[in-house]
């Protein structure tokens, strides 16, 4: 393989004028279309034209949130959403209920903790989503019901390990406990199959620059009519975040500061992409294209981060490196020598792991010029592995398109 790599070495050369392969699980590429439908002059936010805008991209998201309730759309990233749902339905010192599943929950636990609420942080390993079991038990054993709500991140994002939101609900429903249930989806809406209603989510968090395929910049809260009672009572002050505040004038299609207004052109175009494709096939080709980057990882002898089948991530992929191998000095040489960018691990993972986003407008052509710049970055950077990894994934590929097409036939047939 050192031979293979100096060679491939030889091949790289400087990037400065290639197009950058973004590979990291968000922000995802921005597809041409979107790019196109923001090139718009900004118009006057208190128009009629602009009224239109807004009621389309408001409905519109709540199809994707699968929610016939308000949707929320803030000026913001997803740490703005976090901080909405917190300061609209808590109170300094109400405890929450939280579990450790990554990066990502651990800084929403310490958001919460900023703005005086106590957290019951459920210790995790980071390599499996939450576990309803636990979340049952420590319901069950709150008798006096002092828990006020159980937050859950569906997708963590640094680990690639996906939380069981259905079974989590079916667990609080089991204690008849009434904690609301708010569920950070920033990296799964649009990608991984999420139902706000069916689910009985009281607050559903996202942003705009992962499965909605938009630059940074939207934070999204999907809230139920619980949600929203207690919005009425809780005691936490808040004025930018105000639910309020935010849905009289949504009612009309306007928004009570100024908007984001060519991130919502884009938004109403990225919901049109999504509902063409129809959501249950958009979903369908995110769990193939995770299913074919894991099998490219087991060729290559590496290990998944997730350890639990069952919560497998659609919309990424953490790859853990073999003893000795940094996964930074791996990522630096695939984007010197292929200008391809691979996500990082983060804090208790930085070093050990790498991840590969296959997300947004991802399909089985990018995903495996994805998986090649992986495979020849293993080479130049000396990374023990098997070769094989791409032909495995385009054998899974192939595998199930032709199941597919054989599917198809027979109901032609008919």
Known sequence: ???????????????????????????????DRILRAMDMPVIDHRSSEFAEL??????????????????VIF????????????????????????VETGHFATLWRQLAGRFGIEVDFIAGDWRRGADPALIEARLAA????????????????????????????AAIDRTAHPALLMVDTISSLGSVDYRHDEWKVDVSVSCSQKGFMLPPGLGFNAISEKA???????????????????????????????????????????????????????FARHRRLAAATRAAVNQWGLE???????????????????????????????????NMSLGAGLSKVAGKVFRIGHLGECNELTLLGALTGVEMGLSVAGVPHRSGGVEAAM????????RNASSHLKVVST
Not at 145 to 164: F, L, P, Y
Not at 230 to 258: H, I, V
């Open 228 to 282: 929203r009672a207690a919005s009425r009572t809780n005691k936490m002050p808040r004025s930018y975040f105000d639910w309020e505040e935010m849905l009289k004038p949504n009612a009309k299609g306007f928004f009570p500061y100024t908007p984001a207004t060519n991130l919502l052109y884009g938004l109403r175009e990225a919901i049109a992409m999504l509902l063409e494709e129809g959501l249950d096939n958009v």
């Open 304 to 338: 998944n981060l997730c350890q639990e089948p069952s919560e497998f991530s659609p919309v990424l992929t953490a790859v853990m490196m073999p003893p000795g191998h940094d996964a930074d000095q791996f990522r630096k040489a695939v984007l010197d020598n292929f």
């Open 395 to 402: 054998r899974l590929l192939e595998q199930r398109d032709q």
């Open 1 to 31: 393989m050192v031979g293979q790599g100096a060679e491939i070495r030889r091949l790289g050369g400087s990037h400065a004028s290639r197009t950058p392969f973004l590979q990291i699980p968000g922000p995802s590429p921005v597809p």
């Open 142 to 169: 709150d008798t006096a019901h002092g828990i006020k709500a159980v937050m859950v991140v569906h997708n963590e994002t640094s680990t690639g390990a996906t939380s069981r939101i259905a079974d989590i609900r």
């Open 54 to 71: 807004g009621r389309t991209v408001l409905e519109g998201s709540g199809k994707i949130f699968q929610t016939a309730g308000p949707v």
């Open 75 to 98: 000026p913001s990233s997803g740490t703005g959403a976090w901080e909405a749902a917190i300061v609209n339905t808590l109170s300094p010192g109400d405890k929450v209920l939280m």
